[in-house]
């Protein structure tokens, strides 16, 4: 625990000196929020206000975009040479990995009180309870710390930071074929199976129906039991390819 807090710091400082990158991370989110918001919510039905619809789409949209820096920042470590430093000073695998997953945890954080303050102004309107805005952040957390383990493991299986890079692309492109930003049913009759059946459509939903105090059924079980699958993923993964990286 010791030396997963003490990496943890670290990560967050290497994130202060790449500020281009973090400030990235938290404005294109925001920048396709209004995009969308601006130029394509007036010809988008979706029954609601669309800022209110689109909000809890583009909560993940960020959390890829916070995640995709951690496995970048794994695979520079890899090939930079510091592990072979923390092996020598008796730091395992798990700790180095936790260390990344928790600063990304926390940089996401921000982001997402960056993202819902944006929202907010443009006339975001919330009608969640006290339990629901409990029951959505603990959804959002989950969500944030599984696709952080997911990254950093991630960063292990690439050859370099560029690569880690590219493979994240396919985390930060999940929710595009989703309810994120246009109700699923508008979409081709081909593409509704893997829409409705991915990792990011029932967090989506689950966000969306606690946040506007709506019924939400099982889905935010359904949204548990897939964070859940990615963080097993993420954490068991990421040793095996940390032992096998550094044996």
């Known amino acids: 625990m010791s030396d997963a807090l003490t990496l943890t710091g670290r990560g967050i400082r290497l994130s202060r000196r790449n500020v281009d990158a973090v400030i990235t991370s938290m404005m294109l989110p925001v920048m396709l929020m209004l995009i969308f918001v601006y130029f394509f919510g007036g010809a ?17 949209l960020c959390a890829g975009f916070g995640a995709a820096g951690t496995a970048v920042t794994v695979s520079d470590d890899m ?6 430093r923390f092996r020598s000073l008796d730091i395992g695998g798990i700790p180095i990995l936790t260390g990344h997953a928790a600063a990304s945890t926390a ?34 957390l989950a969500f944030i710390v599984a696709i952080s383990w997911l990254s950093a493991a991630i960063g292990l299986l690439a050859k370099s930071p ?37 990792p990011v459509t029932p967090v989506i939903e689950s966000l969306r129906g606690l946040l506007l105090g709506q019924p939400v059924g099982n889905t935010p079980w359904i949204a548990l039991a897939w964070c859940a699958g990615l963080l097993a993923l993420g954490t068991v993964g990421g040793s095996l390819l940390f032992r096998l990286r550094t044996r």
């Open 107 to 140: 940089r996401n954080l921000v982001s997402t009180a960056l993202v819902l303050g944006v929202a907010f102004a443009i006339g975001f309107r919330p009608e969640a309870t006290p339990a629901g805005w409990l029951a959505a952040t603990g959804l959002l």
């Open 79 to 84: 090939k930079g040479g510091i592990i072979d």
């Open 162 to 198: 560029e690569s880690a890079g590219g493979f994240t692309f396919f985390m930060m492109f999940l929710p595009y074929p989703s309810s994120a930003f246009v109700p699923i049913d508008t979409m081709p009759s081909w593409l509704h199976g893997f829409a409705e059946h991915q």
């Open 44 to 60: 988008i039905d979706t029954g609601t206000e669309y800022v209110t619809y689109v909000v809890p789409g583009v909560l993940l």
